[in-house]
C-alpha cells in the first residue's frame, strides 16, 4: 500500500512549485483520509486556489503527470469564491470527510447549519432513482455496489443529524446506526471485499430504505 505521509510531502512540493501562495486549501479525503486504504484505493485529494482559470487546470494537469501513482490521483480542484459559493448540500459530506493538510474550511460552517437534511433527501433520492433503473435496465454489480457506498454516506449524514457527531470509519458507525443503516454498512464491507452480491435482495432492501427516507 502507498505510504500517504510519503506521497503527501511529494504532492505539496509539486504543488508549492506550480501555485506557490495561491493554493488557498489542500486536504485529504476518501479512504486514506479515514485510515481504511486498501492497495486498490484512490488518493482523493481536494485543492483549492485563490482563483481557477482555464490554465490553472491545465498547469495542475501537467503537474499531476509528474507525480508517483499518476492514476490513482483524483479529487478536486476548485477556486476559492466558487467553494464558497457553493450549493450547501454538496457541501456538508465534503467538509466533514475532508482532512485539512494546509489551510482550514471553517468558512463553510454557517452554510452547513440548515444543509443536512437537505443533502440526506437529495441522496437517497438519488439512490432511490439508482436502484429502479438498475433493476430495470443495467442490472450491474459493480452499480449496485455503487450505490451501497453513496447510501453508506447518506449513513453518516443521517447519525449525524440524530447525534450531532460526525464518524468517518465505517467500521465505527455501526454503533451509532440502526438495524437498517447497520445492514448497509455491513453489505457495502462485505461487498467492497469481494462478498456474494445478491443483487435482488440488496436491490430491493436499498430500494425500500430509501423510499422510507424520501417519504421522511
Excluded at 45 to 62: F, G, Q, W
Excluded at 178 to 194: F, L, Q, W
Aim: net charge negative; with cysteine; glycine share 6%.
Amino acid at each position: 500500500m502507498i505510504d500517504i505521509a510519503s506521497f503527501i510531502e511529494i504532492f505539496f512540493s509539486a504543488l508549492n512549485k506550480s501555485f506557490g501562495e495561491r493554493v488557498w486549501f489542500f486536504g485529504l479525503q476518501g479512504s486514506y483520509g479515514r485510515g481504511e486504504a486498501t492497495d486498490s484505493s484512490d488518493i482523493d485529494l481536494v485543492v483549492i486556489l485563490d482563483e481557477l482559470k482555464p490554465c490553472d487546470v491545465e498547469a495542475y494537469n501537467n503537474m499531476l503527470d509528474t507525480l508517483p501513482h499518476r492514476e490513482l490521483i483524483c479529487g478536486f480542484l476548485s477556486g476559492k469564491k466558487e467553494i464558497l459559493n457553493w450549493e450547501p448540500a454538496d457541501l456538508f459530506q465534503f467538509y466533514y470527510d475532508t482532512k485539512p493538510i494546509k489551510g482550514s474550511l471553517d468558512d463553510l460552517l454557517p452554510m452547513l447549519d440548515a444543509a443536512v437534511d437537505k443533502a440526506i433527501k437529495i441522496s437517497v433520492c438519488n439512490i432511490y432513482h439508482g436502484c429502479v433503473h438498475n433493476m430495470l435496465y443495467e442490472k450491474s454489480e459493480e452499480i449496485l455496489v455503487g450505490l451501497y457506498k453513496a447510501a453508506s454516506f447518506a449513513v453518516q449524514a443521517n447519525v449525524f443529524r440524530r447525534t450531532g457527531i460526525y464518524i468517518k470509519k465505517q467500521t465505527e458507525l455501526i454503533s451509532a446506526a440502526d438495524k437498517d443503516e447497520r445492514y448497509i454498512i455491513e453489505a457495502y464491507s462485505s461487498m467492497k471485499k469481494g462478498g456474494m452480491i445478491q443483487f435482488r435482495e440488496k436491490s430491493e432492501f436499498l430500494f425500500m430504505w430509501a423510499g422510507k427516507l424520501i417519504e421522511g
